[in-house]
C-alpha cells in the first residue's frame, strides 16, 4: 500500500469515528507535526550559531593581530580598511562578531596597554553603535555587557541611554546604570550618590572605587568631599570618607572635624582614621581629649591615627591608656603603636616589658614576637 493510499484511508476511518474524536486526533497530529518541526529548526538555528562561534573563537588570534597592528604600530590604516580586514578574518560583521572584537579590546584595557588609537579603532568599527543597540535590547544581560564595556573603553556618550536605566525597577540594572553614570558622566557624575538607599555591599564598594579611580584619572573628584555633607546615609558618608583618604582629597579638614561629632559612631571613626591618612597633625590633641568618652572602635581609630601621626608627643598617653585599658585586643593595637613609636617607643615598650607581669606582659611578648606562642 502507497502512502497516498494509507493517508487516504487513514482519513476515511477518521470520518466515521465522533467529530469530538476527529477534533482531538486532528489537534494531535498538528501539535506532533508542530512539535517535530520546532525542534528541527531549533536544532538548525543552535548548529549554525555553534558553527559561527567555533569559527570566531579561532578567528581570535586574527583579530588580536589585526588591533594590535593598528593600536602599537606605527602602520597607518584608513577606517575603510580596518572594517575590511576585520570583514575578511570574521566573514561578516555582526553582532557576533563584533561581540568578539569587542572582548579583545576589554582584554587589552584590562591589561592596560596604552594606546591613543582606540577611539579610532572603535569608530572604524561602529562599536559606538553596536553598544546602543546592546544598551536598548530586551534582555537584561545584554544591557549589563554595554553597561560594563562602554565603561572599560572608557566611552562617555552614553549620558542619556545610561540615564535612561537609572530608574530601572530593576535593582541590579538600576544600580549599574548608577555607577555607569557615575563613571562615564562628565555632566555632575554624582547626582545619585543622594540617592543610595540602605548599606553598601563590600562589592558596591569595590565598584564605586573602580569608577572613582577613573574620575581621578580625569581630575574629577572635586566634587566628592561635598557628598560626605550632603548624604543622609551613613553607609554612604562612611564609604566616602574613606575615598577621601584613599585618594589624598586635600581642602576638607573642617568637614572631617565636623564628622567627629557626628551621632554614628563608625563615621566618626572612619573620620579619625582619615585624618591620619592626610597626616592632619594638628588634630592630634583634639582626639587624645576626645579618647576617654568614645566607644572602642572610635578609640582603636585613635590609636591608630596617632601611630600614623608619630609626632613623638604621645608616647605617655599611649602608654597610660595600655594600662588603663581592659580590652585585650585594644591592649594589642595599643602595645603595636607604642613599639612602632619611634626610638623612644620602642625603649618605652621594653620599660612597659620589665614593670609588668602577667597577661599583660604575655601580650607585649606576642606583640614583639608574633610568631612564637607565649603561656
Not at 572582548?103 to 553598544?131: C, T
Not at 613609636?341 to 607585649?364: C, P, V
Amino acid at each position: 500500500m502507497s502512502i497516498v493510499e494509507w493517508f487516504l484511508s487513514f482519513v476515511y476511518m477518521i470520518k466515521t469515528f465522533p467529530l469530538v474524536i476527529q477534533l482531538t486526533i486532528v489537534l494531535t497530529l498538528a501539535f506532533i507535526i508542530a512539535t517535530f518541526a520546532l525542534v528541527i529548526a531549533i536544532y538548525t538555528i543552535r548548529r549554525k550559531h555553534n558553527r559561527l562561534q567555533k569559527r570566531l573563537k579561532t578567528s581570535v588570534p586574527d583579530i588580536k593581530s589585526l588591533f594590535e597592528d593598528v593600536l602599537f604600530t606605527d602602520k597607518k590604516f584608513s577606517e575603510k580598511e580596518i572594517y575590511d580586514r576585520f570583514k575578511n578574518i570574521v566573514g561578516d560583521v555582526n553582532r557576533e562578531s563584533l561581540n568578539i572584537g569587542i572582548d579583545v579590546l576589554v582584554e587589552f584595557k584590562n591589561e592596560d596597554k596604552q594606546s591613543e588609537r582606540y577611539p579610532f579603532l572603535i569608530s572604524a568599527l561602529n562599536i559606538v553603535e553596536h553598544l546602543e543597540r546592546k544598551f536598548d535590547s530586551r534582555s537584561n544581560s545584554e544591557k549589563m555587557d554595554a553597561f560594563q564595556e562602554a565603561f572599560v573603553l572608557e566611552l562617555n556618550k552614553f549620558d542619556s541611554k545610561v540615564l535612561i536605566y537609572a530608574y530601572s525597577k530593576n535593582k541590579r540594572i538600576r544600580s549599574e546604570a548608577r555607577n555607569s553614570y557615575l563613571a562615564l558622566s562628565s555632566n555632575d557624575p554624582y547626582r545619585f550618590f543622594d540617592e543610595f538607599d540602605g548599606s553598601l555591599t563590600k562589592w558596591d564598594e569595590i565598584e564605586l572605587m573602580q569608577y572613582l579611580k577613573l574620575q581621578n584619572t580625569r581630575g574629577n573628584l572635586a566634587g566628592l568631599g561635598k557628598w560626605i555633607n550632603y548624604s543622609k546615609n551613613d553607609s554612604l558618608v562612611v564609604f566616602l570618607i574613606k575615598m577621601v583618604g584613599f585618594f589624598n582629597q586635600k581642602g576638607i579638614d573642617e568637614i572631617l572635624l565636623e564628622k567627629l561629632d557626628d551621632n554614628n559612631a563608625n563615621v566618626r571613626a572612619e573620620a579619625i582614621l582619615t585624618l591620619g591618612k592626610l597626616n592632619i597633625k594638628e588634630t592630634e590633641q583634639t582626639l587624645i581629649d576626645r579618647y576617654y568618652t568614645e566607644p572602642e572602635i572610635c578609640q582603636v581609630a585613635i590609636v591608630r591615627t596617632i601611630r600614623k601621626f608619630n609626632t613623638g608627643k604621645s608616647l605617655g598617653f599611649l602608654e597610660e591608656i595600655f594600662k588603663d585599658s581592659n580590652n585585650t585586643d585594644s591592649k594589642k593595637i595599643i602595645a603595636e603603636a607604642i613599639l612602632n613609636y619611634s626610638y623612644e617607643g620602642r625603649i618605652a615598650f621594653q620599660n612597659l616589658k620589665n614593670s609588668l607581669k602577667g597577661f599583660d606582659l604575655t601580650i607585649l611578648k606576642h606583640i614583639e614576637t608574633p610568631l612564637i606562642k607565649f603561656k
